[in-house]
């Protein structure tokens, strides 16, 4: 598999919960050089922080990573806000050397134009009802703290993992209707936007279709799906899952990682108050 890519998208990190797989996070970032680092909102998850939320030295490890990739490769790194991390909205829009925060972008690359956004503004549950929001997020995390349980129980017997709120998301029709009416929506934009596509996240559903003619690409999540998109210096994009990296057998000289053939920022808190 190719390492070296023009651009990277990682979104719903949710760094300070339990659920965020932070050191699968900094391992991927590890085996990957790009020119271009987006993280597409909700990596850090403010509305948990408030809350139960605990923030972890594994946590500060990922913004470790991201500096270092500016430091020695000299990646330029943009950083949306998504509905989680909305307490950015107090430092909107901010750029420091290579790294940028800001509410939205436009991204121009091999003569395509694509909007990327988070996608919570155009979520009528984050933006309307803003108290179904909160308490779907109480019922998300409850179903990661089951499926870490389920998991548990899996493991021991030798069985692989299984996600439980995938599962549901897969089954619920209404849920299945939402999903679908978002992308839509998405499409929408990005062409009232004079757009060829739309990247964003924030249902963690990683995602590369095409819908009525526009691009559409969900960069997943990294609590369960564990993906990212990646687009090579040809403008070609694909979904890579952390999951289908096999680490053991990467190339030593290279540094190639070979797909599985089988298969304390403590000063946040100020943002809080």
């Known amino acids: ?91 909107l829009p901010l750029e420091i050397g290579n790294l940028s925060i800001r509410k939205d972008m436009i991204y121009e690359s091999q003569g395509k134009k694509y909007f990327i956004t988070h996608g919570d503004v155009f979520d009528n549950i984050t933006t309307n009802l803003r108290w179904i929001a909160y308490l779907g997020d109480v019922g998300y995390t409850f179903l990661l703290w089951l499926n870490a349980r389920v998991n548990f129980y899996r493991r021991k017997k030798g069985l692989a993992y299984f996600s439980l709120s995938q599962y549901v998301k897969s089954r619920v029709k209404s849920a299945v209707a939402y999903i679908d009416d978002f992308e839509r929506e998405l499409c929408k934009v990005a062409r009232s936007k004079g757009c060829d596509g739309i990247i964003c996240g924030h249902i963690h559903k990683a995602e590369i279709r095409n819908i009525d003619g526009i691009d559409y690409y969900n960069s997943g999540d990294w609590v369960e799906s564990l993906s990212a998109l990646a687009e090579d210096h040809d403008g070609n994009w694909q979904l890579i899952y952390f999951n289908q990296l096999d680490f053991g057998k990467q190339d030593k000289n290279a540094g190639k990682v070979v797909p599985i053939k089988d298969t304390e920022f403590s000063k946040l808190n100020t943002f809080y108050q």
């Open 1 to 91: 598999m190719e390492t070296n890519f023009k651009t990277i998208v990682l979104s719903d990190i949710h760094l300070g919960t339990t659920g965020s797989k932070a050191k699968e996070v900094v391992r991927f970032l590890k085996q990957f050089q790009c020119e271009n680092l987006i993280l597409n909102g909700d990596i850090i998850d403010g509305w948990q922080l408030k809350k139960s939320g605990r923030w972890k030295r594994k946590h500060t490890r990922v913004f470790n990573r991201v500096l270092k990739m500016i430091d020695c490769d000299r990646t330029k790194v943009v950083y949306l806000r998504g509905n989680h991390d909305d307490f950015l909205d107090q430092v």
